[in-house]
T-cell receptor, first 116, second 112 residues
Framework: AQKVTQAQTEISVVEKEDVTLDCVYE???????LFWYKQPPSGELVFLIR??????QNEISGRYSWNFQKSTSSFNFTITASQVVDSAVYFC?????????????FGSGTRLLVRP | NAGVTQTPKFRVLKTGQSMTLLCAQD?????MYWYRQDPGMGLRLIHY???????AKGEVPDGYNVSRLKKQNFLLGLESAAPSQTSVYFC???????????FGPGTRLTVL
């Protein structure tokens, strides 16, 4: 069965600290997608990244970086030099199969609070 | 370019009442989705559509019906609302092969 676990319910950091949000997934498929979404206090969801199971290269986008490790079934998200605007709930998600990338299974989310 | 819009933003229903949530997108996307988000949980897929005139069940379809008569609109119906359907509902859209990238602002529904 497919499952996404975000063990960190809430994280609080001071601005400019680096922070890593953990995501561990379970799937029997060899072909799957992993995602991260951001939900700021305003409530909308913002797509951040999609990674397929064949691409284990780390991804960096500005202050954001993602570390995909198949050996540990993890897809962790790091924010470097955090800012108050990074405060949000972050969701990791999984979908199985190349043709079903829209059938996402979400983790329960990690609430990040960045204090000034 | 409004992106994905949802109507209404808030609604309170009594048990047994019916209502329809409207999702509209102006990006000419083929795929549209309805999710629900309950407190402390991630989103769960209710129904989705891969094109005009087509719909399919997601993870939690019971108690809901959908229609996609026009490409830009995806309607979610509750025929007989129950308190368990109290939730925030999100609509999303995407191009094929389908990663929900664009979300609406959400509809907060309370069923008393």
């Amino acid at each position: 069965a497919q499952k996404v676990t975000q063990a960190q319910t809430e994280i609080s950091v001071v601005e400019k600290e680096d922070v890593t949000l953990d995501c561990v997934y379970e799937t029997r498929d060899t072909t799957y997608y992993l995602f991260w979404y951001k939900q700021p206090p305003s409530g909308e969801l913002v797509f951040l990244i999609r990674r397929n199971s064949f691409d284990e290269q780390n991804e960096i986008s500005g202050r954001y970086s993602w570390n995909f490790q198949k050996s540990t079934s993890s897809f962790n998200f790091t924010i470097t030099a955090s800012q108050v605007v990074d405060s949000a709930v972050y969701f990791c998600a999984l979908s199985e199969g190349m043709d079903s990338s829209y059938k996402l299974i979400f983790g329960s989310g990690t609430r990040l609070l960045v204090r000034p | 370019n409004a992106g994905v819009t949802q109507t209404p933003k808030f609604r309170v229903l009594k048990t047994g009442q019916s209502m329809t949530l409207l999702c509209a997108q102006d990006m000419n996307h083929e795929y549209m989705y309805w999710y629900r988000q309950d407190p402390g949980m991630g989103l769960r897929l209710i129904h989705y559509s891969v094109g005009e005139g087509t719909t399919a069940k997601g993870e939690v379809p019971d108690g809901y019906n959908v229609s996609r008569l026009k490409k830009q609109n995806f309607l979610l119906g509750l025929e007989s609302a129950a308190p368990s359907q109290t939730s925030v509902y999100f609509c999303a859209s995407s191009k094929p092969p389908g990663t929900p990238r664009y979300f609406g602002p959400g509809t907060r529904l309370t069923v008393l």
